[in-house]
């Protein structure tokens, strides 16, 4: 069993004994070995309600519980701490949260994107951006927010804020006390426009996506770590995957069921690999091998995760619709789902959205993946979906990983010959 640094990770039985280890990739994919045919390791059920120990971080053992076998289920509590995930969420707050579905208020206005949906102190944006934690702000950190892949985590105005007070420090850094005379952001507008806007929308559900790469937050790099520890998968497999995805449902909010991933066909093409594919296909899809979710706060009441028919005896579409009711709709159904997990922080649930091929591959859509959340009843919902994302052409799957190895090989190449810009030219192509 692999992890993030090579180095094994054990699994025991309640009773202390090792359990057998998933089989061993054919050939493990390398950064640098790319080879053709390399298989995914798949995590063993055994049965409804087994529990088995799992290694997700130093001197720490998680409980990991089978919830279902159709789909393999699984529920691992305490994959973050209340203070790791609030951290999360107040990263997403700091970016901004965007609706996932538009939607209009009673005076037919749209929700400007991109707002925080809760104010952040000052003192607790300076937490944020100060990245190695040592109390002092660097130029380097601040400019790693304006530099990130998924988009600019601070206005551009913000940014040349902290970097015009942090220039005038003759240490060349901000202590939170400079932080605090530089940096008000009770004085921000997009908090009056934010509290403004709140009251009119009673249902919905906004996201953003995070960066976990060289540079993030250390609380989003070690929650991409333990992914990979957890899923048992070569860490490039998780790395070029899409970025973490939070989402928050308000008081009434829900999603429908749906399956996180797509069936393949030939006039079809993975999103992520397309540009190591068929160019001239018509339609890009979703091609998702596991989800790992996040809760990221306990909710009040409602809220819970609907899988409908899980661990049925058969799948029929037709199944779906019992007495007049679609089993889709949670708002109308969700008590009537054969499985619901109810929403604690730091607990994740780790699940399959494909079967195997029988070879050690990505096969067909898992239907028994099915799932939804059902309608927070009081309170509000915050939740993180870690998706590894996986071509069912496994070779067409290590060209990607070797493009976009090359791509960041050369990245590499030119932030090494990169020499600091002042804070105006940086900004001027944000």
Not at 122 to 129: A, H, N, R, W
Request: hydrophobic content about 30%; some cysteine; overall charge negative.
């Amino acid at each position: 069993m692999f992890s993030v640094d090579g180095s094994s990770i054990e699994t025991v039985a309640e009773d202390g004994s090792p359990l057998p280890h998933a089989a061993p990739p054919d050939q493990v994919l390398e950064m640098n070995k790319y080879r053709q045919s390399y298989s995914l390791p798949r995590i063993e059920g055994i049965r409804v309600g087994h529990v088995q120990r799992v290694s997700l971080m130093p001197e720490k053992t998680h409980e990991m519980k089978t919830l279902s076998l159709k789909p393999l289920l699984f529920e691992i509590p305490g994959f973050l701490s209340e203070e790791e995930c609030r951290v999360v969420v107040q990263l997403a707050q700091l970016k901004g949260l965007t609706e996932s579905q538009t939607t209009a208020s009673s005076g037919g206005e749209q929700q400007e994107p991109g707002q925080p949906l809760l104010v952040l102190t000052t003192d607790e944006v300076f937490s944020l951006l100060d990245l190695d934690q040592d109390g002092l702000l660097q130029k380097q950190e601040i400019v790693s927010h304006s530099r990130s892949q998924d988009g600019t985590w601070l206005s551009p105005d913000n940014l040349r804020q902290i970097l015009t007070g942090l220039e005038a420090q003759q240490a060349g850094a901000l202590t939170l006390e400079d932080f605090r005379l530089v940096f008000d952001i009770f004085k921000h507008p997009a908090k009056q426009r934010s509290s403004t806007l709140q009251g009119h929308f009673q249902r919905r559900s906004k996201h953003t996506r995070m960066y976990q790469g060289p540079g993030s937050h250390h609380v989003l790099h070690s929650l991409r770590n333990r992914v990979t520890r957890l899923a048992r998968l070569p860490s490039p497999l998780v790395e070029f995957s899409e970025p973490l995805q939070v989402i928050r449902y308000e008081q009434g909010g829900f999603s429908n069921a749906h399956h996180d991933s797509s069936p393949a066909h030939s006039e079809t093409t993975c999103a992520h690999t397309r540009l190591a594919g068929n160019t001239s296909t018509l339609t890009e899809i979703k091609c998702r091998y596991l989800t790992v979710m996040v809760y990221l706060n306990s909710v009040v009441e409602g809220g819970e995760t609907t899988f409908p028919v899980a661990d049925n005896r058969t799948y029929e579409q037709e199944a779906l619709v019992q007495d007049g009711t679609d089993l889709t709709d949670t708002r109308a159904t969700c008590e009537r789902g054969n499985l619901r997990v109810k929403p604690t922080a730091g607990t994740a649930l780790l699940w399959y959205n494909h079967l195997s091929d029988g070879r050690g591959w990505m096969g067909e859509v898992d239907e028994y993946s099915l799932h939804g959340g059902c309608p927070v009843m009081l309170g509000e919902k915050w939740v993180a979906n870690s998706w590894v994302n996986v071509d069912p052409d496994h070779q067409r799957q290590a060209r990607y990983q070797r493009l976009v190895s090359n791509e960041q090989t050369a990245k590499s190449g030119r932030e090494e010959s990169y020499h600091p810009l002042s804070h105006s030219e940086l900004h001027q192509d944000l």
